[in-house]
């Protein structure tokens, strides 16, 4: 599989952007402003950084750091209501991750949270130093717009409830999408929780699902499959040792012309036919050895029992669970 950090996965479709207002320094210190009501804010401060507090009242201020500031107060994702920007965030709706030099200042980063092109500034961040009610996230510029010409991962301060999960905690994603976790797949209730940036914020990304052939709707028009995933699968470097994640979940695969088929060479765990995984270079096929969980609801055609393992081969522990039970790969006697 893959090793990246994933996406924010949100779609900003409108940014509400009105004068930009004024802030502290923004380091916590005496003179701080960030933790100040939007209304007690002093006039307009040629100092304001990117991610501050800032007052929409006068709509021609120009405080903000860079060319075009804009004084952002709320976001809208998708077809939800809008959410506001605590005491508002101050930033630049003109910025470009070709330049050497973008226009977000010293704390900020010029970045596109939902691959869509669009850029702007946030503030920079690193865990546990957003102000309050921000979190900081992980997004990644569109590779190619960016100096180096392969994706960058950037961490902004963005609202904490743009999170759903935690992912240092297991069993709590009970929805997915909006729906019932239970309802989609094969009755478990509890989705994955993948994490979403250096402070613990997640989204409840992956569906559940039982090693055999066909238990995954398709994901985003493709196909999927059901694998054994820890949190480090999903997300590369970015995911943390403490990271709940680890389970059978479904996870998207290449179309049906350019799956490898059982027995033949592959690169990435997700790189083979439905019901296979790649295992030291070779897809296998998948297996479950001893008693698989079943799960009260759900929908009867995910609940296909795992397959026997072709003759010659036997079930292995190729995700090194080390319980009697486990979900493995045919691997040769």
Known sequence: MQSKVLSLGVLLLLVQALGCGNSGNGDGGVGDMRTVAPDMLPACNPMLSVGDPCSNKNKKCTGCTGTHPVCLTDITLGMSNPISLDQNYCSNTSCDPTKSLDTCGDSGKCADLDGSGTFQCYEQCTKGKCRTNYSCFTTSNDPARTVTMTPTSVHVCLPSELGDCDP???MQC???GGAMTSTITNGDQYAGCIRNGVDNVGRCQLIPCSIGPGNCPPLGGGP??????????????????TDALKGTFCFGIPPAAMQAAVGAACTHLNDCVDNASCVMGTCRQSCYQGTQPTFM????????????CPAG???????????ASFPGACIPK
Do not use: E, H
Request: hydrophobic share 30%; glycine share 10%.
């Open 224 to 241: 999927a499959s059901c694998f054994y995933l820890v949190a480090a699968q999903v997300q590369g470097s970015g995911a943390s040792p």
């Open 297 to 308: 609801g759900g929908m009867a055609k995910y609940k296909n029992p795992a397959t026997a």
């Open 168 to 170: 240092t905690r297991a």
């Open 174 to 176: 009970t929805t997915i």
């Open 313 to 323: 081969t036997t079930c292995n522990d190729s995700s090194q669970i080390g319980t």
